[in-house]
């Protein structure tokens, strides 16, 4: 891909694109990884993990005895299956982006699925290294520079992306919760499903309005940003037609998050754990990488990863699992679902940008 890729779109307008949008001036995401927000948000993730580990009284000396004993094939086969996710999500986007009307049959060129999974790689490298989900963004900017598409339709895309994805996490977390706790889920589960609830209600009240209150909104708009929330609008309701299709893509997704945490168990013995509980776990902690305050949930998961697994071996649920093996678990999950991300995006940003 060209040397656009490496640009996040970030100030005013400038020029016109082909698409009747304004062309940004864009900032490179060294800078933006330098921005004191995001040094800000690193702060606050190491500091939560700093509480964590001290409160637990961890023993780092034990938890890399654990570690440098994981199954090096079952780690191996757990990146790789991470890895595929990206395949999968880039053919949803595609089908999104042609619900939206930007497909061939409209006149667009869009790259190849391969083109659109790199795409979505980097935007989720840029995730790791900035907060506030800016990588959503940045996905869509790459998009509009390579095949001169509207960033607003593209961003309205990204966010129907978004929303079926925390509508489906809800109802998995609910089942697997469910099975996994028998039947009664624990308090300190109960509230995280209520608030999560309470945001599913909130994201289906604003689909609702935007549907039903697209032209009020608009009026009310100056006539610039009212052609681009007109085609942002457009690029969210259309998403979500061939629905099943987009469900089917979305639940294979969250199938290969869960098997991926399975292996990283499989790695390091540890699996007897029940598939409930395994999927209960990675899925709760792939919702926590959309929480805006650190870069992809840095901290949060790690957090929630170790405590759900320490409360389930308190319920009886799974044995043998202490303070040192969540831990371990929770470390060696996040070295393929954050800390690979970070290497090898650094790689291919690098490399994309020599071209």
Known sequence: MANEITTLSTTAPEEETVDGESEATPVSLGKRFLDIRTLVSFGVAFAILYFVFAKMDVDFGDIAARISTANPFYYLVAMAIYYSTFLVRSLRWRVLLENAGLDRGSGYRLPSVL???????????ANCIMPAKLGDAYRAFLLKRSSQVSFSRTFGTILAERIVDLLLTFVLLALTGLIAFRGTLPPSIMVGMQASLVLVVGVIVGLVAMRHLGGTIRRFLPDRLEV????????????????????????LAWVIEASRLYFVLMSLGLGDISLPVVLFTAIAGSL???????????????????????????????????TGV???????DRTISYWSLVIFGLIAYLLTKRK
């Open 115 to 125: 083109g659109l999974a790199e795409i979505v790689f980097l935007s989720w490298f």
């Open 326 to 332: 969540a831990t371990s678990v929770a470390i060696l």
């Open 228 to 251: 681009q929330y007109g085609r942002f609008e457009q690029g969210t309701l259309h998403s979500f037609r061939r629905l099943p299709l987009v469900l089917g893509f979305s639940v």
């Open 288 to 322: 926590l990488t959309s929480l805006p305050g650190t870069p992809a949930g840095l901290g949060f998961v790690e957090s929630v990863i170790i405590g759900i697994l320490l409360l389930a071996n308190s319920l009886g649920l799974v044995s043998g699992i202490d």
